[in-house]
Structure formats: structure tokens, C-alpha cells
């Protein structure tokens, strides 16, 4: 019958469509984890072969292949990219996509083409950006600008994409429809290490490994002097703590070294940002509890390492809002306000409202406080 031949067409469909998905995900998982673990060990044996000859040090050696580690990781998430697409209707089209050959996501460039200029502002232009899998986007036609020198506080609740826009703007992640300019030039045009030369990351949850201070600190600037070190201690006010310590600058911390507090770590995080000197500085501000003295010295660390550069932040406090040129506010993945602390006041949005939520709960009408 009719209905017999259409079924047996679509099995046949079907059969093909999975042994066709199956020999595409196989290669390429292969392709994927073969890549990663073979630059890995490469990465590994020559930094192994460099620290025997005595060309490296510990320290360079733990750097280099965590930097290796973290290119795997980005390959890693262009094939979540590429088979999250794959699953559900279009199924046959992607597949065909693959066998094309065209790349999964826009490629940064080899090799430099431009120079990056020495003052760098930022800017995305209609940037939204899905992940694998979601069916909304977590960014949303966003623009948004840094201008060079300028301070600007991004905030919003919890998911409204803050984070996103971090790893978007540290090219972690590749927007599908927008662009991202840094100093006026298009990222395709740049390479991953040039825009990341040009940026100081302090995480919410700062990575510590196991290894002394030094080597923790010298990650960001592989050559630095003894004093080079110092002054970063002291401007992220840890310089008395490692005094303080028997080993100084030797001593052990991360997994099975000594424990630092919240605050210590978020400090080192710091350091090592003043070590690294890059134009532009993107703090994730930790959502916990601090106590008075340590977000003080916090502040008065953060003002040392944002002096005369370009900063995003990714805010939470009031106090730390207060002290952006600019506040900009995000929404399911869109910018809803932006301006300056005293005309969102006005505005009356959802800054204003933060704002008295935050009075009322500490207490403080808002006569008394204005
Ligand atoms: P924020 O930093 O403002 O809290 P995020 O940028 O972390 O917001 O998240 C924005 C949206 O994207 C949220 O809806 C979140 O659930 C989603 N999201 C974040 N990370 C992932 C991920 N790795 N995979 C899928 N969805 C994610
Ligand atoms: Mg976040």
C-alpha cells in the first residue's frame, strides 16, 4: 500500500540520516579529544625537555601547559558548538554542513594582520550569542561600548548574561550574529593572543595552583623582577601577609599549599593583574559576604589596578557601583539602562530601585543617605 511505502522510505531515511551522524560525530570526536590530548602532551614533553635543560623554570613550565590545556579547552567548546546544533530536526542539514566543511564558528585570525593600538576601546555591535542547545539566546543584539580610561559597571540579576558578556568580550566564547571591535578592529582580524595581551582578568572564583606565591604571580608576566613582584604585592595589599609568612614569596599555596582566605586569594588575583599592566581590566566581583576591613583594602587594591585603564565591571556592591563612570544594566540578555549613577537615580529604573531596596534593608531612609 501507499502508507507501507511511505514508512519503508522513512526508515530507510532514517537509517541513513543516524549511520551518516554516527561516522560525522565518531571523526570528530576523535578529531577533537585526539587534537587535545596530542597538543597537551606536545606542550608538556617540550616544556619537560626546556625545565630538565634548565631553560625554564618550575613555575614556566606549570604555565605553559596550562596554557596548552586552555586552548583545548576552547576546541573542546567549538565541538560542543557544532554537535548541540546537530540534534533534533535539522539533523540531516547539519551533517551536511559538516561534510561541506564549513567552519562551526568564525575564526579568530593566525597570524596578526592589524597592530593593536596601545589604548584599546571596545565595542559590540549587535552581538547575541545562544548557548549550545538553548532556545533563547543568553545575549541578545547587544550593544555596548568601553571607551579608553572609562570605568564601567555592568550589573543585573543573576542570568541576565553578565558573565556571558565577560567570555564573549575574552573571546571564550564566538557570538553567532554581531561583532565584537577592539581599538576599532573587527576580532576576526586579531588573534586570540593579542586580544588576550591586551586583558586583565580577576575572576569571581580565582584560579590558584599548586606552586609558591611567585610562580602563582609570574603566570602573568613570565619575566618580572624581584621588585616587579613586590610592587604588585604591595598595590594589591598583600605585601605584609607574605612578609608575614615563613617563606615569603617561596611559600606553598593552592591545593596542598597554604589556605587563603576569600579575600587573599581575590587579592593575588589582583597582583597579579597590577603584574600583567594590560589597558583593559575586567573584575567579576565575588557575590559573598566580606567583612568591613578586607572590602576596604579590596577598594583601595581595585583603585590601584584599574588607575588610567579601560574596566568592566561586573559588580554587586553598591560601593563598587559607585565608583564606575558608568553604570550599565542588563536584562535576559540585553542592555536596559545605561548612563550615569545620578541619571539612573533619576530615571527612576531598575538601578533607583536597587538602590532603595538596599537603604531600606540596611536601614537608611533615603533623605538620610542623600
Ligand atoms: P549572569 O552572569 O548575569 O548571572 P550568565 O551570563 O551566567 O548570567 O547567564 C546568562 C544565561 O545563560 C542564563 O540564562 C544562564 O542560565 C545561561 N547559561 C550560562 N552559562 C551557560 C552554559 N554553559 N550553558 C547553557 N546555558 C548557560
Ligand atoms: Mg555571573
Redesign the pocket.
Known amino acids: 500500500s501507499r502508507g507501507k511505502e511511505m514508512e519503508d522510505a522513512n526508515e530507510v531515511q532514517r537509517k541513513i540520516t543516524m549511520k551518516l551522524l554516527a561516522v560525522a560525530q565518531s571523526q570528530f570526536i576523535f578529531l577533537e579529544l585526539g587534537f587535545a590530548l596530542f597538543s597537551t602532551a606536545v606542550a608538556m614533553g617540550v616544556a619537560l625537555y626546556r625545565y630538565t635543560g634548565g631553560y625554564l623554570s618550575a613555575g614556566a613550565v606549570v604555565a605553559v601547559v596550562l596554557i596548552s590545556l586552555e586552548f583545548s579547552r576552547t576546541l573542546l567548546l567549538i565541538g560542543e558548538f557544532f554537535f548541540a546544533g546537530a540534534l533534533g530536526r535539522e539533523v540531516a542539514a547539519k551533517v551536511k554542513e559538516f561534510l561541506d566543511e564549513k567552519p562551526p564558528v568564525r575564526q579568530l585570525a593566525d597570524t596578526p594582520t592589524e597592530e593593536l593600538p596601545s589604548s584599546v576601546d571596545i565595542q559590540f555591535q549587535n552581538v547575541t550569542f545562544t548557548?549550545?542547545?538553548?532556545d533563547i539566546p543568553?545575549?541578545k543584539n547587544m550593544d555596548l561600548t568601553l571607551n579608553p580610561g572609562e570605568t564601567v559597571a555592568l550589573i543585573?540579576?543573576?542570568?541576565?548574561?553578565?558573565?556571558?558578556?565577560v567570555n564573549l568580550l575574552l573571546r571564550t566564547l564566538d557570538p553567532q550574529d554581531g561583532e565584537i571591535f577592539y581599538g576599532g578592529i573587527a576580532e576576526q582580524k586579531l588573534t586570540l593572543e593579542q586580544i588576550r595581551s591586551k586583558i586583565a582578568l580577576v575572576p569571581q572564583d580565582p584560579f590558584l595552583f599548586y606552586g609558591t606565591i611567585e610562580e602563582n604571580l609570574r603566570i602573568a608576566k613570565q619575566d618580572a623582577t624581584e621588585e616587579d613582584l613586590m610592587k604588585a604585592l604591595r598595590g594589591a595589599e598583600l605585601f605584609e601577609f607574605v612578609q608575614s609568612t615563613p617563606d615569603g614569596l617561596k611559600t606553598k599555596v593552592g591545593d596542598q599549599g597554604m589556605a587563603l582566605s576569600g579575600g587573599q586569594a581575590q587579592r593575588l588575583a589582583i597582583a597579579r593583574a597590577i603584574l600583567k599592566d594590560a589597558p583593559i581590566v575586567i573584575l567579576d566581583e565575588p557575590t559573598s559576604q566580606i567583612d568591613v576591613e578586607t572590602e576596604a583594602a579590596l577598594h583601595r587594591a581595585l583603585s590601584r589596578l584599574t588607575e588610567g585603564k579601560t574596566v568592566l565591571l561586573?559588580a554587586h556592591r553598591l560601593s563598587t557601583i559607585e565608583q564606575a563612570d558608568r553604570i550599565v544594566v542588563?536584562e535576559s540578555?540585553s542592555v536596559v539602562e545605561s548612563g550615569t549613577r545620578d541619571e539612573l537615580l533619576t530615571q527612576g529604573g531598575i538601578y533607583a530601585q536597587m538602590v532603595q531596596t538596599k537603604r531600606r534593608s540596611e536601614g537608611q531612609t533615603i533623605a538620610a543617605a542623600e
Open positions: 548557548y549550545p542547545g538553548a543568553a545575549v543585573g540579576r543573576s542570568g541576565s548574561g553578565k558573565t556571558t558578556v561586573i542588563m540578555g
